[in-house]
T-cell receptor, first 110, second 116 residues
Framework: DAKTTQPPSMDCAEGRAANLPCNHSTISGNEYVYWYRQIHSQGPQYIIHGLKNNETNEMASLIITEDRKSSTLILPHATLRDTAVYYC???????????FGKGTRLSVIA | GAVVSQHPSRVICKSGTSVKIECRSLDFQATTMFWYRQFPKQSLMLMATSNEGSKATYEQGVEKDKFLINHASLTLSTLTVTSAHPEDSSFYICSPRDSGRKNEQFFGPGTRLTVL
């Protein structure tokens, strides 16, 4: 079973920041927070991951709370092409396969 | 990121036939391969895990004699759906793990199987 809880769907206006929350209250000390997204009829695409510090790359920012029980993925300027299902996954690095929950369906609206 | 290919991207077959799906890691060696399937409007479900040169281990509820996995090399793994039935229609996704990159897990583009 997935160890994360995400809202089933969210809308975001094009050009605005999309903030996708994730709860992972049972996360263990050695588990990372991963974010992937899946555009319709494609394989999952890696976005970002982190352990306890906030992370930023060319796609997004990941904000992890100090107690690590929740995190937020931020897409700073959402475009129509960011419409996808976003999955938040907690996992030890490389030891076990990624387990996908139901994710959040983000719809970016023009 | 790493490059993973799957072939075919989509296939339609008659009930009772077998279908082979190939997954290749084009720029890295995958010591471990995961196979997932995804039914419409559902999330990805892990089917099986295979290590190069070893027999695959299957998740509960996945028939090992129906879904044959071959992982004979570090860059190629195949999934064969034998005697396919309409309920096997799904989106199949391979996921190789790169032991050279901190065991990072990558994903193929998926294969859409439709069994008539």
């Amino acid at each position: 079973d997935a160890k994360t809880t995400q809202p089933p769907s969210m809308d975001c206006a094009e050009g605005r920041a999309a903030n996708l929350p994730c709860n992972h209250s049972t996360i263990s000390g050695n588990e990372y927070v991963y974010w992937y997204r899946q555009i319709h009829s494609q394989g999952p695409q890696y976005i970002i991951h982190g352990l306890k510090n906030n992370e930023t790359n060319e796609m997004a920012s990941l904000i992890i709370t100090e107690d690590r029980k929740s995190s937020t993925l931020i897409l700073p300027h959402a475009t129509l092409r960011d419409t996808a299902v976003y999955y938040c996954i907690v996992s030890t690095s490389g030891n076990t396969p990624l387990v996908f929950g139901k994710g959040t369906r983000l719809s970016v609206i023009a | 990121g790493a490059v993973v290919s799957q072939h075919p991207s989509r296939v339609i077959c008659k009930s009772g036939t077998s279908v082979k799906i190939e997954c290749r890691s084009l720029d890295f060696q995958a010591t471990t391969m995961f196979w997932y399937r995804q039914f419409p409007k559902q999330s990805l479900m892990l089917m099986a895990t295979s290590n190069e040169g070893s027999k695959a281990t299957y998740e509960q509820g996945v028939e090992k004699d129906k879904f044959l996995i071959n992982h004979a090399s570090l860059t190629l793994s195949t999934l064969t759906v034998t005697s396919a039935h309409p309920e096997d229609s799904s989106f199949y996704i391979c996921s190789p793990r790169d032991s050279g990159r901190k065991n990072e897990q990558f994903f193929g583009p998926g294969t859409r199987l439709t069994v008539l």
